[in-house]
């Protein structure tokens, strides 16, 4: 798994436990529960939706090999290097030069770039942001 997933979680207990002593100090024993409660709800949805959810508001679409030729193989070959199996593809329409990457574990990752970054970057550079 990593380490960049034990800091993830770390973080997600840390969070959970303020919020439980929160509500445990707001409420008593029924803050502490419904607190403790909102917290487990809260830490499901995030582990397994929050790459979605960034996907959608940054308003990405999956695009195919027949779609974007040159984006797909310079994943592929950044991917391969890395010995990572390869990412889904977004695109996002907008000017402003952005990149991420997204997923759970690296079966379900996704990177996504806007059309801004495509055309100001050349292909090495392009390349050295999908890294």
């Known amino acids: 798994m990593g380490f960049s997933w034990l800091k993830t979680f770390s973080l997600l ?35 397994w939706f929050s790459d979605k959810a960034a996907l959608r508001m940054a308003g990405a679409k999956q695009v195919s090999e027949q779609e974007e030729p040159r984006l797909h193989f310079m994943v592929s070959e950044v991917a391969r290097q890395a010995n990572l199996p390869k990412p889904k593809v977004a695109v996002i329409q907008n000017d402003s030069p952005n990149a991420f990457a997204t997923g759970r574990n690296a079966k379900k990752a996704v990177v996504a770039v806007t059309t801004g970054i495509q055309r100001l970057l050349n292909e090495e550079e392009l390349k050295g942001v999908m890294a």
Do not use: H, K, Q, T
């Open 13 to 47: 207990i840390i969070m959970s436990a303020l919020v439980v002593v929160a509500g445990g100090l707001a409420g008593g024993l029924p803050g502490l529960i419904i607190a403790l409660v909102f917290a487990l709800i809260f830490n499901f949805f995030a582990f």
